[in-house]
């Protein structure tokens, strides 16, 4: 765990100073190229640049090559090579197709058959490698070895699965990227509990990107994320849980995402396709979009309402910040005794 440990935190500061220089570059860049989306939750018009999130991908790619360069040539070994190479080509694949979602335009990018369709080889470096292990705790029926199924059928479901879900639970300056630093940091610390020394590291280099890109996205916000970071981010936080095969964690951690879920199936049933944002009213503060709660933004907006008397771009993400919290500290506390 020693040498994994410093090759993670290696690739933490790698990954962290790729992905801040290249999201400055990518403002600077893009401000020029008129490539900007226009913030919805502000009144008037307000534009950050767009698809930043793709940088978060780069430098978490970038700091897992820094962690097999020096498992190779200064360790000479071949430390989890297969799986670190793995992690690299899903993640850049994912941040492709959320790119291209991101340049074809909002509203107007991928349609949803086309999104599965292209998404569906996402999952097929960690197919190729058979990546986690085959055997499975499941409640109440004990541990089951799920053999070729396994690899086949859950491993891809789990990626696509997730890569979609971190995508609709979105919409906020800072949201996403808070979200996943809470996701990343709570997933690093359980592995270096249980001594799964590959998550341990692989985490930290995510978390890292993701810190990065949160000094630019943070309220106000600079730069979006868009789907570039939103799939990317999903995919590779699903295969993280995969090679350090703690699913019991992993999939409880994801909780808001399987609610927002829910809720999303529930907006269709009502004949309504969601969007998170408020309503911004001109002093900046935000009403309910819909009369009935279709996304946790809603339900945030809601509760800052209630308790506040007002509701703020600042307090959603703080509130769903602190649902999420609340999760990780109950996946600690299940998670064992599961």
Partial sequence: MGFTLFTGIIGFFVSFLVTFIGVSWWINVGSKLGFMSRDMNKPGEVYAVNAGGVWVSVGASFGVLTIIAFHRHVFNEDFYLAEYMALSLLLFMASFLGFLDDILGWKKGLRVWQRVIFMAPLALPLVVIKAGVTTVAIPF???????????????????????NAYNMLAGYNGLEATLGIILF??????????GITV????????LAALIAFLLYNKYPAKVFPGNSMTYGVGAYYASTVILGNFEKFGVFLFTLYFIEFLLFIRG??????????????????????????????????????KIRGKATEKGVVATISIMQLIVAILAFLIAPIV
């Fill in 199 to 206: 998550a341990v590291s692989v985490s930290l280099v995510m």
């Fill in 141 to 163: 029926l004990g541990r089951v070895d799920l053999g070729l199924l396994y690899p086949l059928v859950l491993v891809p479901i789990g990626v696509l699965g997730a890569s």
């Fill in 268 to 305: 269709l049933k009502n004949h309504v396709y969601k969007e998170n944002f408020g309503k911004p009213r001109p002093d900046g503060t935000l009403d309910e979009p819909y009369d009935k709660v279709y996304s946790l933004t809603h339900l945030a907006i809601k509760i800052q309402k």
């Fill in 185 to 194: 940091s709570s997933a690093a610390i359980y592995a270096y509990m249980k």
